[in-house]
């Protein structure tokens, strides 16, 4: 790190820039409510007043510039319009759009004032045609992008005042001209980047940043403008922009902000993409050990062993990152979900892990989760009553029949519950949507790819559960079905014997056991199946995946005991991963059984987690063991794995002193955070999870 990026970097860790910050805008929603403004109006001038009272902050020898001093953005509507608004739509999350990847190559590129030019050449034949809505589309995107640009212009000559003629010649270039430079083209992402926060959009990810920002680093490598030193000092002041205003981006948790970037894989043309300004990603991400941007390496069975080491380098940072996925499975996956070949190959991480397109992308990939857990017990209340009132027992096929198809009825149910899907228009956001501002009054209109992921939450309770009831109640007749039904009502109590032994005895997801391994495999053939002929109000398909987001916890709370030997209330693990009570074998045994099914089946994302106590990293070989164990997942057929070095005894120090340990970064679920600045329950999780040896 150069000293001037350390001063830059000392600023930020220490949060001094934040002093700028100031709450300069009135309410808006009354006036807009009382106006009768239409949304779109009301999501233009908003932008407009924002932009336009931001202060222009130039920080101690930066070379990339912009900084939020407007913390909060004025509610656009009155809380009686939201609650009307919900009455007749489903609203996803916030109900802006989020967790998409934007085409910022393309403005970056071209310039904001080409694009300009195109959405007044629109805004001609909206008039011609007396298309009302869409000139008032067209409108906003204009008066969106003359806010900004007014922004940078105040940005220039706050940078002539302080004698910052280098600064001041790049913003006099970007984002108004297409950039010629690499630090042109990252201060033009910058601005970009900046303005979908400012419209109000959140989840913003980067995609692949060493793809489309490469012609420019070669350029200048070739030139002489710059050398690979140069060109690491600016990475890692880029880097550093992404750490400014992450606590002003909505989230479950702290950190959950999607600022998420993608290195390497396939290039849309077949070749490989993992270039010189990838490894210098990776050397900024490991120098600065900073949670953002969060890092996701594309890998596959032709990537070279320097590159999983390269990784694993990463990794022992305790970032909780890189984050692996397998194009030799997503790509195909991706395929068959009818995404064209050259898209897929293109395809990057949302804000955790859904694999989506870069700019012709309006999936929703997390608008639903389905609890896995939920729907057994269902059936084993159900199914099992005749157990409880004549103690007999269908057989373990009946039952898992019964199971995979309440899986199927599920999936169509919570399909049939998202209808009217309403959102706030995103006049800006569009500008970035593959390459093109569209005369619609939808963004998703100007999409290529508009489908849904769901969730699948709890994938080891269930499979736990089922090798459970098909060992004690069918197989060996042990345990009664009444029997089971009476604890799990009761929660175990008074049952220590029968806890201890479904808790700890029984089969468990994740000891490479093939009766077990394929369990899943049915389970999650299942989902797939449950899903497939499924199409959204919008023509898109929905997606399986195994990820579980927040749902580990949230899904969890409100669930009874289950026949793994969880109890009431206890977490599911995280994502695609064993139980947490599970005595398990080891790492290989693990990755034996979750790449035991089909993965390109459910191929909306959630990766294998795994935690490796952070001793394991000290030393080359052991290193080089983790490298090859990323390797043997990526062989076997593995889709996405996430990998985290923790210490149990560092993370109960950090609990009981959080001022020694403010630094402290672990892994949540798709996303980096600081330990301290999470909730208990979060924290208690993470520090349950097994740390594995190789």
């Not at 807009?32 to 403004?37: D, E, G, I, S, V």
């Not at 006099?172 to 109000?200: K, S, Y």
């Amino acid at each position: 790190m150069t000293e001037r990026v350390r001063r830059l970097y000392d600023l930020i860790v220490a949060k001094e820039h934040r002093r700028y910050r100031h709450d300069a805008l009135a309410p808006m929603a009354e006036d807009f409510a009382r106006l009768k403004a239409p949304p779109l109006l009301r999501m233009a001038r908003r932008t407009a007043a924002v932009l336009q009272a931001e202060t222009a902050v130039i920080l101690p020898g930066e070379r990339i510039s912009f900084l939020r001093t407007v913390p909060k953005l004025p509610e656009l509507f009155a809380p009686g319009e939201w609650e009307e608004i919900r009455r007749g739509h489903f609203i996803h999350e916030l109900g802006y759009v989020c967790n998409i990847s934007p085409d910022y190559a393309s403005t970056i590129a071209l310039g904001l004032g080409a694009r300009r030019a195109e959405v007044e050449a629109r805004l001609r034949r909206a008039e011609a045609a007396a298309d009302a809505e869409g000139r008032l589309f067209l409108e906003s995107a204009i008066a969106e992008i003359d806010a900004l640009l007014d922004l940078v212009d105040r940005y220039r000559d706050e940078a002539l005042r302080q004698g910052r003629t280098d600064l001041a010649e790049t913003l006099e270039r970007v984002p108004r001209l297409g950039a010629r430079t690499f630090l042109e083209a990252l201060q033009a992402f910058r601005i970009l980047h900046f303005a979908l926060w400012c419209e109000g959009e959140y989840h913003n990810t980067v995609g692949r940043f060493d793809q489309y920002m490469w012609p420019y680093l070669e350029a200048d490598l070739a030139s002489g403008r710059l050398d690979e030193a140069g060109a690491l000092e600016l990475v890692e002041e880029f880097f550093l922009s992404f750490n400014r205003d992450s606590d002003l981006y909505p989230g479950v948790q702290q950190g959950d902000n999607g600022q998420s970037l993608v290195l390497g894989g396939m290039r849309a043309d077949g070749s490989e993409g993992f270039n010189l300004l990838s490894r210098l990603c990776l050397a900024a991400s490991k120098e600065l050990k900073l949670i953002d941007p969060k890092i996701n390496l594309r890998v596959g069975s032709a990537t070279p062993t320097e590159v999983y080491r390269l990784g694993t380098e990463l990794t022992a940072e305790g970032l909780g990152f890189p984050q692996y996925s397998n194009d030799d499975v997503v790509i195909p996956g991706l395929v068959d979900l009818g995404y064209a070949t050259r898209d897929a190959r293109d395809y990057v991480v949302a804000a955790c892990w859904e694999f989506i397109i870069p700019g012709k992308g309006m999936d929703i990939p997390n608008i639903a989760a389905l609890s896995f857990p939920e729907v057994l017990l269902r059936c084993a209340r159900r199914d099992l009553r005749v157990a409880r009132d004549l103690q007999v027992a269908p057989t373990f096929e009946a039952f898992f029949a019964s199971v995979k198809e309440e899986l199927k009825v599920e999936c169509s149910a919570i399909a049939g519950g998202i209808r009217n899907l309403w959102m706030i228009p995103a006049p800006f956001m569009s500008l970035l949507m593959d390459g093109r501002v569209e005369a619609a009054r939808d963004i998703s209109l100007g999409a290529t790819y508009n489908n849904f992921g769901f969730h699948g939450t709890g994938l080891s309770t269930c499979v736990d559960s089922l090798a459970a009831i098909r060992k004690y109640v069918f197989d060996e007749k042990s345990l009664g079905a009444a029997e089971l039904l009476e604890a799990l009502d009761r929660d175990f109590e008074g049952r220590d014997e029968l806890l201890a032994r479904l808790r700890y005895e029984a089969p468990k997801l994740g000891n490479g056991e093939s009766e077990v391994d394929d369990l899943a495999r049915q389970v999650l053939d299942a989902f797939a199946e449950g899903v497939a002929g499924l199409r959204n109000e919008r023509g898109g398909v929905i997606r399986a995946g195994t990820g579980s987001a927040m749902f580990y916890l949230w899904h969890a709370r409100g669930l009874g005991a289950t026949p793994d030997g969880r109890r009431s209330g206890e977490w599911f693990g995280a994502n695609y991963s064993p139980s947490i009570f599970a005595r398990l074998k080891g790492p290989l045994s693990i990755i034996k059984s979750f790449t035991a099914p089909d993965l390109g089946r459910v191929i909306n994302g959630g990766p294998l987690t795994m935690e490796f106590h952070s001793s394991l990293f000290d030393g080359e070989e052991s290193q080089n063991k983790v490298a090859e164990l990323v390797k043997l997942f990526v062989r076997r057929g593995g889709h996405q794995l996430q990998l985290n070095a923790v210490n149990r005894e560092q993370l109960l120090d950090a609990q009981r002193n959080p001022e020694a340990h403010r630094s402290l970064i672990v892994r949540v679920w798709g996303w980096s955070a600081y330990f301290v600045e999470l909730d208990r329950e979060y924290q208690d999780h993470i520090i349950a999870r097994q740390e594995y040896l190789v």
